[in-house]
């Protein structure tokens, strides 16, 4: 890579060893479906909270100043409205990623030493994320785990849904009792990334930039 040019004019060797200036990080299908995501999960968490503290699972409520909807009817109305973005909207991300080759291409492999040393790397504030193209160990794992983490909370949202019509997916959640729970941890394990996320991309602010103008 030469040193003096901007991460926007990356130089990668291609077969003929000729260097062409590569500008694109993200697709647009890409970026567009990343921002309607980070919507739909703000609608989802903030309205399900509020549906949440109406017959609470546990001895703990969300404060109401972070709910959406402002009562009970309200918030499910949002829930479900929601629910559309966030099911359609992942199945696009999920089915271009897929058919592109994108998915492999990005997230595969996750070698656990490679984890393992990232993670040492981020506790000493020394994680490299040098070339925006390719995402490190760390980011491998939290993407595809956060992904995983969706298709749970839609599922066991189903569930809760339509808890008749999907007798199978009820059981393997342990009922509707079990729905409620396993669609409550998933929904905190969701949080925790996305303030995990949020700290990441303040550190590191350009990744920002290329997932706003795809370069
Ligand atoms: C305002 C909130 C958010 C911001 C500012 C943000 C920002 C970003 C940025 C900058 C990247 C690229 C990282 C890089 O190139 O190193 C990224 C990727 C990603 N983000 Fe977010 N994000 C937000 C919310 C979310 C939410 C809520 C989720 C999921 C629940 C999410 C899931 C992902 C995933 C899975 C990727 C990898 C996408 C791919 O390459 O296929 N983000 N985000």
Do not use: C
Not at 159 to 185: C, D, I, M, N, T
Not at 194 to 208: D, E, I, S, W
Request: hydrophobic letters at 55%.
């Amino acid at each position: 890579m030469n040193p003096l040019r901007s991460i926007d004019t990356l130089v990668e060797s291609t077969p003929t060893n000729r260097p062409v200036t590569s500008l694109s990080i993200h697709p647009a299908w890409l970026r567009i479906t990343h921002w309607l995501n980070a919507v739909s999960v703000v609608i989802m968490v903030g309205s399900g909270w509020r549906v949440y503290n109406a017959a609470p699972v546990f001895d703990l409520r969300f404060p109401g100043e972070l709910t959406l909807g402002g009562w009970l009817g309200g918030a499910l109305q949002w829930h479900f409205a929601g629910m559309w973005l966030l099911a359609f909207n992942g199945l696009v991300y999920l089915g271009l990623n897929l058919a592109s080759g994108r998915f492999v291409r990005k997230f595969l492999p996750i070698k656990p030493s490679v984890v393992w040393n990232d993670i040492a790397d981020a506790l000493r504030g020394r994680l490299s994320h040098a070339d925006p193209r390719h995402y490190n160990g760390l980011q491998r794992l939290a993407y595809v785990v956060v992904i995983l983490d969706l298709v749970v909370l839609v599922l066991s949202g189903l569930v809760l849904w339509k808890s008749v019509q999907f007798p199978l997916l009820r059981e393997l959640v342990g009922g509707y009792e079990g729905a409620r729970r396993v669609h409550f941890f998933a929904m905190a394990a969701l949080v925790a990334f996305a303030l995990g996320h949020l700290v990441m991309v303040a550190l590191v602010p350009r990744t920002l930039v290329a997932m706003i103008r795809g370069r």
